[in-house]
């Protein structure tokens, strides 16, 4: 048994893997991303449309139209008018150098060489005589400064080869100021040796009749001279830099749901554009989008099943069930996923579907949690449309909520109709709202309902059959006795067939007081023991007067015979493809239980080689609450026809006996059945017993009663009720203990 659990838990830890990685792979943006392998040219194998609002840059333009804006650019040329006041101070410099000299009581040839020693530039031994002993220094330093504010106002270059490449189109000047003028000739630009002949040619007016004078300024003032006009490199990169920025991509803008390629036409460069950008903005979120949306997948999976845990875990441990949930999700999302490709609303995805058929086969509640869990996928596989997921979750929980009365299969075109009269006011809602625009919206959403409805009617059987699952409509097609095998059972095993339907009473009224599947237990025991169809008269409830014929049989035969109807019940089942939780109650039915009356016979017989074993039916023991209602049902309704006219408190009696001694003989250990259950159930059965046969009158009662409670009824009446022989009053303690 250990070994068979940890093989169903290991089963159900693959299946909600597998059915994880499917959804995972289900709600990937891999499966919408066209193949980055298509080129101009190249057939479209699909429609391809825009998943969301698109922006395709057209990179060659832009670039071209991005290159034309910097060639626009003039280069930038700095005009440095701050140098005369710098040349000015050097010029000043060098004749307080001289002063400092002529102070000097040195010899002449001393003076000239301290004079070349102080000053920062090179000059002649002419040029440094003439200013030792130019008797009005002041005067000259005056006409070279004059000479340098005359000349270094002209823009004045040192790179001429650099300057005829560039202005070509024209350049711009910017002054020390920060003002900047177009230059569009090379007009009033010199280079040094230019502005040193024109240095000459000034230098001429001044000091006509004094030629070393003119000499020294022309050679203090040339040395001085340097270029104020050149090529800012930086400050061009920069005005191209932001040419280039100035441009806007050119842009073409394809709406979400745009169709981008048509499929089996060749695809335009415009189109190629389209999808390389599609490839690459989904390419680059790809891999979050998908951790995203696994980690929610992951956060539903874990709510449903912690749901299941707590509330049924009788679909937690079947793994057909299981399958039968993974399946149905499944569905819903491809064809969520495949309205994605088509120009179809998505007010159009059945989520209703999957929420009628959970309901029908495994619950509501179920029903609804799934429903949630699917409307947010919903919501993420549409591009996080909200009205789409809310109109699935609205349909979702009515298509739920009207399992509750549907109890015929022509029932599913009055669910359709109320689906899809709630998604049309919730679409109407987003009319008027603003939220949604198109009116067709409504039809779509009506649409959705019976689609909804008409798709889990047919697939419904597919589930039955396919899965061999068992649903309340299926249950209320086998409660009709009209079925086959419900006929031939009154016919040709009367007594069995009466007694299933009282147990079936019992049976259902039980199940309801202590919240199991009251249907279920209804139409179990009318199927419980259709196994004694083969050898019906040799039951006593279908003999007809007294009968010796099968009373010559030794006991183990008649035990055999006995035994074999739950095998003959279970292949009876199957050949008529009875649901498989009726055929695990036909087959747990009686559990392990002694056939007490042949075994006794038997050991009066022959009290050497008797063997239990061979007298007890082989099980397994009732697994589900029903299951083992139906075991207790069928002992109390068989044990009651031996009572003639009972009061209440004489069936109470025999009921709490005969639950007893299930409970003692370890046939109720594997149902789910607390101690509290079977004092309700005692409750029940005393009541509807009670009702069935009416009036209190003696009866001849069993070994083991009179034996306990006396030999009369009188007798009965005078002793204490008593109290229950299966735990103290209102123990919670399952019988599994």
């Keep these: 048994m250990k070994m068979k659990n940890r093989r169903n838990l290991s089963t159900r830890w693959l299946l909600a893997s597998g059915l994880f990685l499917i959804l995972v792979l289900i709600s990937s943006p891999i499966l919408t991303i066209p193949s980055p392998k298509l080129k101009v040219g190249d057939i479209a194998p699909r429609d391809v449309k825009a998943p969301q609002e698109l922006s395709v840059i057209h990179k060659g333009i832009t670039l071209k139209r991005q290159e034309e804006a910097v060639n626009k650019v003039r280069p930038v040329y700095d005009f440095n008018t701050r ?94 100021d920060g003002k900047e003028s177009p230059l569009l000739k090379r007009e009033g630009i010199y280079t040094l040796s230019e502005a040193q002949r024109l240095l000459e040619a000034r230098c001429q007016g001044f000091f006509p009749d004094n030629r070393f004078l003119r000499n020294a300024s022309y050679e203090i003032a040339g ?97 057909t069930l299981l399958s039968v949930l993974g399946l149905i999700v499944i569905l819903v999302l491809l064809l969520t996923k495949g309205l994605t490709f088509t120009d179809l609303s998505g ?25 949630i869990a699917l409307a947010i996928m919903v919501g993420l596989l549409t591009g996080n449309r909200l009205p789409f997921a809310i109109v699935a979750l609205a349909g979702g929980a009515t298509g739920a909520y009207t399992v509750r009365w549907m109890k015929h299969r022509t029932d599913f075109l009055k669910a359709g109709a109320l689906i899809a009269l709630t998604n049309c006011l919730f679409i109407l809602a987003f009319l008027l709202l603003g939220i949604e625009l198109e009116i067709k919206s409504l039809w779509w959403g009506l649409g959705n309902g019976f689609a909804s409805s008409l798709l889990a009617f047919a697939l419904l059987p597919v589930f039955e059959y396919g899965f061999r699952v068992t649903t309340d409509i299926r249950l209320l097609e086998l409660s009709s006795l009209n079925q086959p095998i419900l006929k031939r059972l009154a016919i040709q095993a009367p007594g069995t067939y009466h007694h299933s339907i009282i147990v079936g009473n019992l049976a259902e009224s039980a199940a309801e007081a202590v919240g199991a599947n009251s249907l279920l237990a209804r139409v179990g025991s009318y199927y419980h023991d259709i196994g004694k169809i083969k050898n019906s008269d040799y039951f006593i409830e279908n003999r007809i007067g007294p009968s010796t014929e099968y009373g010559k049989l030794v006991p183990r035969l008649s035990s055999q015979i006995i035994v074999s109807h739950v095998k003959e019940g279970v292949e009876i089942a199957r050949e008529h493809r009875l649901t498989p939780r009726i055929i695990n109650i036909i087959a747990q039915h009686h559990g392990t239980s002694l056939i007490a009356r042949l075994y006794r016979k038997a050991l009066k017989l022959k009290k050497e080689g008797v063997e239990e074993e061979d007298y007890r039916y082989p099980g397994p023991g009732p697994r589900s609450k029903v299951a083992a209602i139906i075991m207790l049902a069928d002992s109390v309704e068989a044990a009651s026809r031996t009572l003639i006219k009972p009061s209440s408190e004489e069936i109470e009696i025999l009921v709490r006996e005969i639950i007893n001694e299930k409970f003692t003989d370890s046939q109720l250990d594997e149902s789910p059945l607390t101690l509290s259950d079977l004092k309700k159930i005692v409750e029940v059965f005393t009541r509807t017993l009670s009702g069935i046969t009416h009036g209190r009158i003696d009866y001849p009662l069993t070994k083991r009663i009179k034996r306990r409670y006396g030999n009369t009824s009188e007798e009965q009446s005078k002793r204490r009720r008593p109290q229950a022989l299966f735990g103290k009053k209102g123990s919670q303690k399952s019988t599994r203990d």
């Design 83 to 176: 140098l005369i006041k710098e040349l000015k101070d050097k010029a000043s410099l060098i004749f307080e150098g001289v002063k400092k000299v002529r102070g000097e009581e040195l010899s002449q040839e001393e003076k000239l060489a301290l004079l070349n020693e102080e000053l920062n530039i090179k000059l002649s031994k002419k040029t440094r005589i003439t200013l030792l002993i130019y008797s009005k220094p002041d005067r000259l330093e005056d006409q070279i400064k004059a000479l340098l504010q005359a000349l270094m106002q002209k823009k004045i270059i040192d790179d001429p080869e650099l300057l005829a490449t560039k202005i070509k189109e024209g350049i711009e000047v910017r002054t020390s």
């Design 347 to 371: 007010y159009l995805i059945p989520v209703a579907f999957a929420t009628i058929l959970i309901a029908v086969i495994l619950g509501g509640r179920l029903a609804i949690m799934t429903g």
């Design 223 to 319: 040395k001085l001279i340097i270029s104020n006009f050149r090529y800012d490199d930086k400050a061009t990169r920069e005005k191209q830099r932001k040419a280039r920025e100035s441009v806007p991509p050119v842009i073409s803008l394809f709406k979400k749901g745009q169709i981008i390629a048509e499929g089996g036409k060749p695809i335009t460069e415009n189109q190629f554009l389209a999808l390389e950008t599609l490839w690459q903005t989904t390419t680059k979120r790809v891999f979050p989008i998908i951790m995203g949306r696994a980690l929610i997948i992951l956060i539903l999976m874990m709510g449903i099943g912690f749901y299941l845990h707590r509330y049924q875990t009788w679909v937690l441990k079947d793994n």
